[in-house]
């Protein structure tokens, strides 16, 4: 069986040789598989221009501090006296600052792995749709 890696260096020649040859079995469902998988590309490659814009860490700052913000004033609001008196965890509005800081520095960091893992996945999408596409522009 051949690697990737070695299927991607083959000529399209050997690649046609490969495909002509009727010794070789060829696996159920693979026709299936191929059309699902160039669905998907063609629906990826169409989201990508209809895509906006990537959004820059400090506006994902801000909005994340507008958002904690717009938490805090809603919870002050639609506090029920009745519950009882809420209590400072920090005695030192530094101190809870400086958490609340790393709160949204630790989800950011979450939010950037996620990012690039569905960015790679999207890549590795696109190889198989690619060397078809190779083939059959040759």
């Not at 490969?18 to 060829?26: F, L, N, Q, R």
């Not at 801000?62 to 209590?87: D, M, R, S, W, Y």
């Not at 400072?88 to 790393?102: C, I, Q, S």
């Amino acid at each position: 069986m051949k690697r990737i890696e070695d299927i991607e260096m083959m000529e399209v020649e050997d690649l046609l040789k490969v495909a002509e040859d009727s010794s070789v079995p060829v696996p159920k469902g693979l026709e299936s598989r191929l059309r699902e998988t160039l669905l998907s590309q063609k629906i990826a490659e169409e989201a990508e221009r209809d895509e906006v814009p990537a959004v820059s860490l400090r506006t994902r700052w801000i909005t994340g501090l507008a958002l904690a913000a717009a938490c805090t004033v809603a919870a002050v609001f639609l506090h029920n006296p009745a519950q009882g008196e809420l209590k400072d965890t920090f005695d030192d509005p530094r101190l809870a600052y400086a958490e609340v800081e790393k709160t949204f520095e630790r989800i950011s960091m979450k939010m950037s792995k996620a990012s690039e893992m569905a960015y790679e996945a999207t890549n590795e999408i696109g190889k198989p749709a690619s060397i078809i596409r190779k083939i059959n522009r040759k």
